[in-house]
Each structure stands twice: as C-alpha cells, then as structure tokens.
C-alpha cells in the first residue's frame, strides 16, 4: 500500500469526521429532518420516485455483483477472460463487506442510533442521538443507511477503473454518488434516517472499496 492510497484514506476519513463534526454543530440533522415532518408523519417520502427507490433498495447492487460473479466464473475457466477474475470477485466482495459486513452487520445491527421517525422531536419515544453517540440496546437501527449503501454500491466500477480508464471510472464514481444522493434523500423524507447516516454509508463503502481495490486490483491494473 503507497502513500497514495494513506493520503487518499485519510483525506476520506478526515472529511466524514469535519462534516459529521459541523452537522452536529448546527443541528443539521434535526432541522433538515423537520423539513419532511408533517403532523405527525412524512408525506414527502410517500411520492413517487421516492417511494420506488425504497422499493428498489438493493436490487441493483445484488444485479451488478451476480454480473460480477459470472465474470468471475467465467475467468477460471476461460484464459481469455482470465483478467476480468479479480474485478468479477471485487463485485462480489465489495457488497458481501462493505453493504453486508461493514454496514448492516458491524454498524447498524449494534450502533442504536434512533431513526428521526423514533425520537420526541418528532413524534416517537427515543432521544435524540448524535451518530458518534452509540447506545446499548440495539433496537435503532439508524446508523448508517442500509438503502443510501446499497445505492452507493453503484460506484464500485470507479474502483475497477480508476487507473486504467479514468474517464469511465469517474462517470461511474458520479453515477454512484448521485444516485447515493437520491436514495439518501428519500429515506430522509421518509423518516428512516439522518443525513450523517447516509454520510457514513458513503464513507464506509468508499474506505471499503479503496481497501479491496488496493488488495485485488491495483498490481493488476498497474501491469496490464
């Protein structure tokens, strides 16, 4: 691992700490949130397409990753699609630990962040926790994202991509960040999470990401 990918690492990471830091500071979560409540529900996240994109939820990154495991398969057996190998499995991969492992298993199933349609300030029972503040329940389910990292999986082409075509890679690197974006807006309209969970599910796809590229993809991309 070169001092690329650390600046690169730590440049991610010092960003959701700032941001996450200044929303905290201003509030953002609740009053951003207060823009979707109306008389004690979300009308917002009701709407089309807003609606559908829950609906939608992982369906498109289960897609790209079962094309990436074909691809995968495909190489092992077929030598003239040998080098498409590594990128099939970091498909595979880049969903089984960043959206499985990383998101809904280490944090969401254990942090106890309430979501914004469970907390006083808009109707519900829990106070009000800031996303560096876990709980010891297990009953919220808030942070991060589960939907917002299922829609930026959607960039892991930008990881394939990056050192070889970067054109390519950066139209998927924004595909995916919007389309994060829209998904991270509906579920904020419907009350199911605040917008420093939808940071974080970005950040830990994208620290997952530039960890499994640099691990199966770099050498390999560097040599062809």
Same mark, same amino acid.
């Given at each position: &691992?070169?001092? $690329?990918?650390?600046?690169?690492?730590? &440049?991610?990471?010092?960003? %959701?700490?700032?941001?996450? /830091?200044?929303? =905290?500071?201003?509030?953002?979560?609740?009053?951003?949130?207060?823009?979707?409540?109306?008389?004690?529900?979300?009308?917002? =996240?009701?709407?089309?397409?807003?609606?559908?994109?829950?609906?939608?939820?992982?369906?498109?990154?289960?897609?790209?990753?079962?094309?990436?495991?074909?691809?995968?398969?495909? /190489?092992?057996?077929?030598?003239?699609?040998?080098?498409? *190998?590594?990128?099939?499995?970091? %498909? *595979?991969?880049? #969903?089984?630990?960043?959206?499985?492992?990383? *998101?809904?298993?280490?944090?969401?199933?254990?942090?106890?962040?309430?979501?914004? $349609?469970?907390?006083?300030?808009?109707? =519900?029972?829990?106070?009000?926790?800031?996303?560096?503040?876990?709980?010891?329940?297990? $009953?919220?389910?808030?942070?991060?994202?589960?939907?917002?990292?299922?829609?930026?999986?959607?960039?892991?082409?930008?990881?394939?991509?990056?050192?070889?075509?970067?054109?390519?890679?950066?139209?998927?690197?924004? =595909?995916?960040?919007?389309?994060?974006?829209?998904?991270?807006?509906?579920?904020?309209?419907?009350?199911?999470?605040?917008?420093?969970?939808?940071?974080?599910?970005?950040?830990? %796809?994208?620290?997952?990401? #530039?960890?499994?590229?640099?691990?199966?993809?770099?050498?390999?991309?560097?040599?062809?």
């Amino acid at each position: &691992m070169n001092g $690329r990918f650390w600046a690169e690492l730590w &440049m991610v990471l010092a960003l %959701l700490v700032i941001v996450t /830091g200044l929303l =905290g500071a201003t509030g953002a979560d609740l009053g951003i949130a207060s823009h979707f409540y109306r008389q004690g529900d979300w009308p917002v =996240g009701t709407l089309l397409p807003w609606k559908f994109l829950y609906w939608l939820h992982w369906k498109q990154a289960l897609v790209l990753s079962v094309i990436g495991l074909a691809v995968a398969v495909t /190489g092992f057996f077929k030598a003239y699609a040998r080098h498409l *190998v590594r990128p099939g499995l970091f %498909l *595979v991969l880049f #969903l089984i630990v960043g959206n499985g492992l990383v *998101v809904n298993s280490l944090f969401k199933s254990h942090w106890d962040r309430p979501r914004p $349609r469970d907390v006083v300030q808009f109707g =519900g029972e829990r106070e009000f926790r800031q996303p560096w503040q876990p709980g010891n329940t297990a $009953r919220g389910r808030s942070f991060p994202s589960g939907h917002a990292a299922a829609a930026f999986y959607m960039m892991a082409p930008f990881f394939i991509y990056r050192w070889r075509k970067p054109a390519t890679a950066y139209a998927w690197l924004i =595909g995916g960040m919007l389309f994060g974006g829209a998904m991270s807006y509906a579920r904020i309209s419907q009350g199911g999470h605040f917008l420093t969970d939808t940071l974080w599910s970005w950040g830990l %796809l994208y620290i997952t990401g #530039l960890l499994l590229a640099e691990l199966l993809l770099r050498q390999q991309s560097l040599a062809d």
